[in-house]
């Protein structure tokens, strides 16, 4: 199976430094995309960032930038400045020609004060 | 604008009785997918429509589930009847179409099967 590896079930950060979540995918298609979700205690999952397999630089979102390392098969979420309300699940996913997102198991991430 | 609207937010059943979901995604938008997430683990597919036809729906169990999306705006997705191991948080999404980026979800019904 073509499955999504987040190595990291759990996580703490200091409230304003900077926090890498791992994200590992396998995929056989050449054109995909890599998404980034938060998902609070409330239940919503929340896009985070994109990345399409051809896009020639990291994406970035404020706050949030991708590291992507496509000969790795590696996304990597960077937080920067940590705030206490980003302490949640994040997970990342894999879309591809099928049009489904293919969800890794999340990380925890805790933002201590 | 309205995100998508799930109902209802909680769910507590006994088992072999029926249950049934709904979701309206946002407005214009033609895809609309079910995911289901059990607990500590990422959504899985159930059901991807394209307006209202059901284009992927090989992790749906057939046997008991059913969705429907009449008129390709809400949907709604039924057990009948409900196993234990249904116990999960059942999440709509909805996306401009196809090949957008970007899927958002619903707050999602969280159904518990006692």
């Known amino acids: 199976a073509q499955k999504i590896t987040q190595t990291q079930p759990g996580m703490f950060v200091q409230e304003k430094e900077a926090v890498t979540l791992d994200c590992t995918y396998d995929?056989?298609?050449?054109?995909?995309?890599l998404f980034w979700y938060k998902q609070p205690s409330s239940g919503e999952m929340i896009f985070l960032i994109y990345?399409?397999?051809?896009?020639?630089q990291n994406a970035t979102e404020g706050r949030y930038s991708l590291n992507f390392q496509k000969a790795r098969k590696s996304a990597n979420l960077v937080i920067s400045a940590s705030q206490l309300g980003d302490s949640a699940m994040y997970f990342c996913?894999?879309?591809?020609?099928?049009?489904?997102?293919?969800f890794g198991s999340g990380t925890r991430l805790l933002v201590r004060p | 604008e309205a995100g998508v609207v799930q109902s209802p937010r909680y769910k507590i059943i006994e088992k072999k009785q029926p249950v049934a979901f709904w979701c309206n995604p946002i407005?214009?938008?033609?895809?609309l997918y079910w995911y289901r997430q059990n607990l500590g683990q990422g959504p899985e597919l159930l059901i991807r429509?394209?307006?209202?036809?059901?284009?992927?729906d090989s992790q749906l169990p057939k046997d008991r589930f059913s969705a429907e999306r009449l008129k390709g705006v809400d949907s709604t997705l039924k057990i009948q009847p409900a196993e234990l191991g249904d116990s999960a948080v059942y999440l709509c999404?909805?996306?401009?179409?196809?090949?957008?980026?970007?899927?958002?979800f619903g707050q999602g019904t969280r159904l518990t099967v006692v």
């Open positions: 999404a909805s996306s401009l179409s196809r090949g957008n980026t970007e899927a958002f």
């Open positions: 995929t056989s298609d050449p054109s995909y995309g």
């Open positions: 996913a894999r879309g591809d020609s099928s049009y489904k997102l293919i």
């Open positions: 407005s214009g938008h033609n895809t």
């Open positions: 990345q399409g397999s051809y896009d020639q």
């Open positions: 429509y394209e307006n209202e036809e059901a284009v992927d």
